[in-house]
């Protein structure tokens, strides 16, 4: 076990550290957390692949005091290095994705054009590689013993994660911030879109009994229909009707009540952080006007663990990076909460 005795959790973050400043090794860690430095399908503004070493670097200035879970990381947190050959491939393969992005939204016909044929085959195939990627990482890390979060990376990044999820719980729901539904199919031609992961999900993973989506304020008609078609499998809770019942008087209390009382016992928190308000992560690679203040995100994750619910894995994904590492330090804090509760969950 990694001696504490001379680790002092007031300094200045140590960057020869790991994650948070902690000197936890992977084997020690009771927690650990995969990057996964992936963006290939975004649809607007790139740069989430990198998000992981900049959240490493911006961890450093987090405080290890959380008065809700003190002294949690205590139990160890890990963050594994980036995968430079995952990197290497999303880098090359959003490069493709641009050209072809760009062909389709002039209005040309993909099927008329060999080289753009080839170029979504090529993405398409990438996604299953890194969605098998993605599983095999987390299927090991569990086998261990390990609690494991996930760190995108778009949000297409945890696809595998939640089908080695699925392989060890008989059934789990997902809580998922984000400002988007991501119930989109095959948009733009790409099946494992970022804009696609729950609408996958959903199809792919009969062990996902409830999908409850919070703070959604984009969608399209395709996603609305296939919504309330769900037969009640999703819940979403609009933005827009969360902010008027807050209006007409109900507390974020009542409302958080409500929405943990349609999650099964097992619940993967899947944390877009576009979810919030925009002026909390103002790169991040879809930002919508309106969303959370992030403490409010916060409680709703505390009653989750208040009610007695397992907390079985989490997503922090497409975190944007910007040249003031604001947006850097936003994920940072979010990860360590989720970190924190994570280990307090399973303790």
């Given at each position: 076990?990694?001696?504490?005795?001379?680790?002092?959790?007031?300094?200045?973050?140590?960057?020869?550290?790991?994650?948070?400043?902690?000197?936890?090794?992977?084997?020690?860690?009771?927690?650990?957390?995969?990057?996964?430095?992936?963006?290939?399908?975004?649809?607007?503004?790139?740069?989430?692949?990198?998000?992981?070493?900049?959240?490493?670097?911006?961890?450093?200035?987090?405080?290890?005091?959380?008065?809700?879970?003190?002294?949690?990381?205590?139990?160890?947190?890990?963050?594994?290095?980036?995968?430079?050959?995952?990197?290497?491939?999303?880098?090359?393969?959003?490069?493709?994705?641009?050209?072809?992005?760009?062909?389709?939204?002039?209005?040309?016909?993909?099927?008329?054009?060999?080289?753009?044929?080839?170029?979504?085959?090529?993405?398409?195939?990438?996604?299953?590689?890194?969605n098998n990627w993605v599983y095999e990482q987390t299927k090991e890390l569990m086998a261990q013993g390990k609690l494991v979060g996930l760190l995108g990376g778009d949000h297409s990044t945890p696809f595998g994660f939640y089908k080695a999820i699925a392989e060890k719980y008989e059934d789990f729901g997902i809580l998922h911030i984000d400002a988007h539904c991501d119930l989109r199919k095959n948009y733009e031609g790409f099946k494992y879109s970022h804009a696609s992961v729950m609408y996958n999900a959903m199809e792919e993973i009969p062990q996902l009994k409830k999908l409850v989506q919070v703070g959604v304020r984009d969608f399209c008609d395709e996603e609305f229909d296939y919504m309330i078609n769900s037969n009640e499998r999703i819940i979403t809770y609009f933005d827009k009707n969360i902010k008027e019942r807050q209006y007409d008087g109900e507390t974020w209390k009542v409302i958080a009540d409500e929405i943990i009382n349609h999650l099964p016992q097992n619940v993967f928190i899947s944390f877009d952080i576009d979810g919030l308000d925009p002026k909390l992560c103002p790169h991040t690679g879809t930002p919508v006007q309106g969303g959370f203040e992030a403490e409010q995100i916060f409680y709703l994750f505390k009653k989750v663990i208040q009610s007695g619910r397992k907390m079985v894995g989490f997503d922090l994904v497409e975190v944007g990076v910007s040249h003031s590492e604001y947006d850097e330090n936003v994920g940072a804090r979010c990860l360590f909460k989720l970190c924190n509760m994570m280990v307090a969950a399973n303790s």
């Open positions: 076990m990694t001696d504490l005795s001379k680790f002092d959790a007031n300094a200045v973050g140590n960057p020869n550290n790991n994650i948070f400043s902690l000197p936890f090794p992977e084997e020690d860690a009771r927690l650990v957390i995969l990057p996964v430095p992936w963006e290939v399908t975004v649809s607007y503004t790139a740069g989430t692949a990198r998000a992981p070493e900049h959240i490493l670097n911006a961890s450093l200035q987090v405080d290890l005091l959380d008065p809700d879970y003190r002294d949690v990381w205590k139990q160890g947190f890990y963050l594994r290095p980036s995968d430079k050959k995952v990197l290497m491939k999303s880098d090359y393969l959003r490069k493709e994705a641009e050209l072809y992005i760009n062909y389709i939204a002039q209005g040309e016909i993909v099927s008329e054009n060999k080289f753009m044929c080839k170029t979504l085959r090529e993405i398409n195939e990438g996604s299953l590689f890194l």
